[in-house]
């Protein structure tokens, strides 16, 4: 619709670090902005998939 904003600001918390995983299905449409931890574990998991599927 034309009303919908094109991002939204959502406020999540996890019980443990490394649920924030769950968030790599939403792919390049989501960013996590914080805590820092929180994308260094994003970064962690994205280089796995990265090595796992053969990218430099």
């Known amino acids: 619709m034309e ?3 094109e991002w ?3 406020h999540l918390t996890y019980p443990v670090l ?3 995983r769950h ?3 939403f792919g390049a449409s989501v960013e ?3 805590p820092p931890e929180a ?3 994003l970064l ?3 280089a796995e998939i990265a ?3 053969g990218a430099a």
Do not use: I, N
């Open 3 to 5: 009303d919908e904003p």
């Open 8 to 10: 939204m600001s959502v």
């Open 18 to 20: 490394e649920a924030v």
């Open 23 to 25: 968030l790599l299905q």
């Open 32 to 34: 996590v902005t914080g």
């Open 39 to 41: 994308r260094a574990e």
């Open 44 to 46: 962690r998991a994205s």
């Open 51 to 53: 090595e796992m599927y």
